[in-house]
């Protein structure tokens, strides 16, 4: 924990030049070719892409969640308002919210009694609203109990884990715990982890964020390119290096861990996906800029399901790229 902020200061400044330097690479051309294919503990192949019966379903940046018991993919686009439900083969099977009755839809998820919880916008401040599992509006979650300090807390994304509700503010970089019902129960003051200065909060933003099924909470910061870990006794660990070389980080957006401990962070510059151990060690990375089936343009967002898929978010339109992974 003591050697968060000493890190982030002496890599801030080299980082901005490597970031730099990567962009004009990527915009001449040039850029870093696809990463080297020897065998390593872990690896990934292009399966398809979420489709319904026109082809592959276009989205830019969807947010993506994981019903694990009725193995169903939920990929929230909030440009056109739609909750899409796929089925374990890709193909979707039901959607939502297209006369935009829910509003700006920023994030869903299902809980463990089937409704569906759905983080929207529609007024000033964001709100969970209930639904069936047709997508039918029930109620609004209340959030109940928050304490003091999280008096002005405004959710800009979630997730679901064991029957309690993770809900992110990226304005304020708080992180609070509820039950499904919306009862405060833990959080955290990310920011002050950090030691980013208040006036600063806003500006920093994070990348990413989910929960493995342990409730270890995982979430990047593009600005100091880093990723961290936080495990359920409070203590936060930082991995990531800048600069465009395999296993450093140029814009590190989502960022996933399956049940073996490999942790996968999205690179939105890169346009890649980066393979961690549980120790942190880089294995290898996939991906390469382009709109050819394997390629990826600047993944985001990340999804794991109970087959060993992966499942990414991307801009241009793409959708959502489904891989296999396997293990050495």
Not at 99 to 114: K, T
Request: proline share 4%.
């Amino acid at each position: 924990m003591k050697n968060i902020p000493a890190k982030i200061r002496s890599v801030v400044l080299t980082a901005l030049k490597l970031a730099v330097a990567s962009t004009l690479l990527t915009a001449t051309g040039v850029g870093v070719g696809p990463a080297d294919a020897q065998a390593t503990e872990v690896q990934t192949s292009f399966l398809y892409r979420l489709s319904n019966f026109s082809g592959p379903v276009p989205s830019n940046w969807a947010t993506i969640s994981t019903d694990e018991a009725r193995d169903e993919i939920y990929v929230s686009d909030s440009q056109s308002g739609i909750v899409r439900i796929y089925n374990e083969q890709g193909m979707e099977v039901y959607h939502f919210g297209d006369d935009w009755n829910l509003g700006l839809v920023l994030a869903a998820a299902v809980r463990n009694d089937g409704n569906i919880l759905v983080l929207t916008r529609k007024g000033p401040r964001p709100s969970i609203v209930i639904c069936s599992f047709r997508g039918e509006y029930q109620a609004e979650l209340a959030l109940q109990d928050f304490p003091a300090d999280f008096s002005g807390f405004s959710p800009t994304d979630m997730d679901y884990r064991n029957g309690r509700l993770y809900l992110l503010d990226n304005n304020s970089l708080q992180l609070a715990v509820t039950d499904s019902n919306g009862v405060f129960l833990n959080g955290y003051g990310l920011g002050a982890m950090l030691e980013i200065e208040p006036q600063k909060r806003n500006a920093t933003q994070i990348g990413g964020f989910s929960v493995d099924r342990a409730g270890v909470i995982y979430f990047t910061v593009p600005v100091i390119f880093s990723a961290f870990r936080l495990s359920t006794d409070g203590k936060l660990a930082i991995f990531g290096k800048p600069g465009s070389a395999p296993g450093r980080f140029n814009i590190a957006g989502g960022i996933v861990a399956d049940d073996r401990g490999y942790i996968y962070v999205a690179d939105r510059l890169k346009s890649a996906v980066l393979i961690f151990d549980r120790d942190f060690k880089f294995l290898h990375e996939f991906g390469y800029r382009g709109r050819r089936p394997h390629n990826m343009i600047a993944p985001n967002d990340l999804g794991l399901d109970t087959q060993g898929r992966l499942y990414v978010s991307q801009l241009a339109s793409i959708g959502v790229s489904v891989f296999n992974i396997t293990y050495k």
